[in-house]
């Protein structure tokens, strides 16, 4: 029997990511400029995690949808990249640090017998080494990402935040 839900968050918003890796650091970044700039919604979580791992399913399991954000090394069209996901529950990995956001989502299905809508957030990093600040580059692509995501947030939900709505 699955366990109950019950709704903290119409959007959670979880970043991932290295801060000591450069360009890894995209989702902690963006999680941070995004918390402040939503900040009069209370009905948003922010998350930041070095990667995905099955200590945040318990979070995430209250939130209406959810918008995991993270850096990638492919090359996108537009530096950035939105996708819905879906759960993929029947593949675990053996380490945690091969969990994917549809591992989490499919863990979060198994344990409370749904998981909310998702989307994946990828931005281009081109600097994965040690250090802790943002290329250059990458800083503007996240910042792209960062605008188009207030804008969304900013035109379709009321503070508090609408049931309902979708990212």
Known sequence: MPLPVETAWDLCIVGFGNPQRRDDGIGSYMVRQLKSALESYDKIGFLTV?????????????????????????????GWQLNRIQPEPEILPYTTHHFTPMIILGIMRMLYGQSPPTWVLTVEGCDFGFGRSLTFTAKKRAESAISAIVGFVRANLRTPLMSGQTF
């Open 50 to 78: 070095r990667h995905p791992e099955p200590s945040i399913v318990a979070e995430l399991h209250a939130a209406a949808q959810i918008l995991f954000v993270d850096a990638t090394i492919k090359v996108l069209t537009n």
